[in-house]
């Protein structure tokens, strides 16, 4: 049996963002993967939270996320 043919959601895209109930993209802040001792602790849990993305990239990644909005 072949699978039918249609939109699929790009996983790797909805592992990292997700789309809150008004449409809005949230992401994680770049550079909490490493060298963290550097940091001080308020700047360390402010990357920890999440943030909302730039509009010029949410387009692109609800492009990818089709059953998301």
Same mark, same amino acid.
């Given at each position: 049996?072949?699978?039918p043919?249609?939109? /699929?959601? /790009?996983? #790797?895209?909805? /592992?990292?963002? /997700?789309?809150?109930?008004?449409?809005?993209?949230?992401? #994680?802040h770049?550079?909490?993967? +490493?060298?963290?001792?550097? *940091?001080n602790?308020?700047?360390?849990?402010?990357?920890? *939270?999440?943030?909302?993305? @730039?509009?010029? @990239?949410?387009?692109?990644?609800?492009?990818?996320?089709?059953? #998301? +909005?």
């Amino acid at each position: 049996m072949r699978r039918p043919k249609g939109v /699929k959601t /790009k996983k #790797s895209v909805a /592992k990292r963002f /997700k789309i809150t109930a008004r449409g809005k993209v949230l992401g #994680s802040h770049a550079g909490r993967r +490493h060298l963290l001792a550097g *940091k001080n602790p308020k700047r360390r849990r402010r990357l920890g *939270k999440r943030t909302i993305v @730039d509009k010029t @990239d949410a387009y692109r990644i609800i492009q990818n996320l089709p059953f #998301s +909005h």
